[in-house]
């Protein structure tokens, strides 16, 4: 489980792939400073387990299926990625819950300032859309945001500027591609109102 407040900004190290395993070495400070093997990373949002690290980073093994539903394909040596511990027990939940099971990409369609912050439309797919509601949680790149706006085909975050600074957002452009986790507890409302038949909006059921 996560909380979707980055720790820190880390950088691949290397990248070694082939058509039966993959695996990521990506340097990185604060979150090694308790590191074991077997422990879990989210890495732009993707919870990773970790099989080796050393004093400046850890490695960790990507499924051709997390490739296929994130953009940790598009990883290239020296890529900056944002990183995240799995939370501790006892510890402060600033953002929301995450789990870090990615639903699937958003493509960033265009970024605006507004005053401090920066406005950022991501386009995806219906399907996604679908479990994202105005005020709810989404997290991006395992950063944990409040949706502002939603529409047919896209939805729109603020971002203040101490999350610009802290993460790898500030280095994306209309165009790139971003992982998208949808709020935890929406999609397991929604599926036990597919299964009994439930007419209803799934967030009425939540939120009244």
């Not at 691949?12 to 979150?31: F, H, M, P, Q």
């Not at 090694?32 to 919870?47: H, M, P, T």
């Not at 994130?70 to 402060?92: C, I, K, P, Q, Y």
Request: aromatic fraction near 6%.
């Amino acid at each position: 489980m996560f909380t979707g407040i980055i720790e820190e900004i880390g950088r691949v190290k290397a990248i070694s792939r082939n058509s039966a395993n993959s695996r990521l070495t990506i340097e990185a400070k604060k979150v090694l400073e308790d590191v074991r093997i077997g422990d879990s990373i989210a890495v732009n949002g993707v919870c990773l387990t970790v099989v080796s690290f050393d004093a400046v980073s850890f490695t960790v093994d990507v499924m051709n299926e997390t490739y296929s539903r994130s953009s940790l394909g598009e990883l290239r040596s020296d890529s900056s990625v944002n990183l995240e511990r799995a939370m501790a027990a006892g510890g402060r939940f600033g953002g929301h819950m995450v789990s870090g099971h990615i639903d699937g990409t958003g493509r960033i369609k265009a970024t605006r300032r507004d005053g401090n912050a920066v406005w950022y439309e991501i386009t995806a797919e219906h399907a996604l859309l679908e479990g994202i509601v105005e005020k709810g949680s989404i997290t991006i790149d395992g950063i944990s945001l409040t949706v502002a706006k939603v529409t047919t085909s896209s939805f729109s975050v603020s971002i203040i500027p101490h999350t610009l600074e802290q993460t790898i957002l500030k280095d994306k452009r209309p165009g790139s591609v971003v992982n998208l986790e949808t709020d935890m507890i929406g999609k397991y409302v929604r599926a036990f109102l597919s299964q009994s038949g439930e007419k209803r909006d799934f967030w009425e059921v939540m939120y009244g």
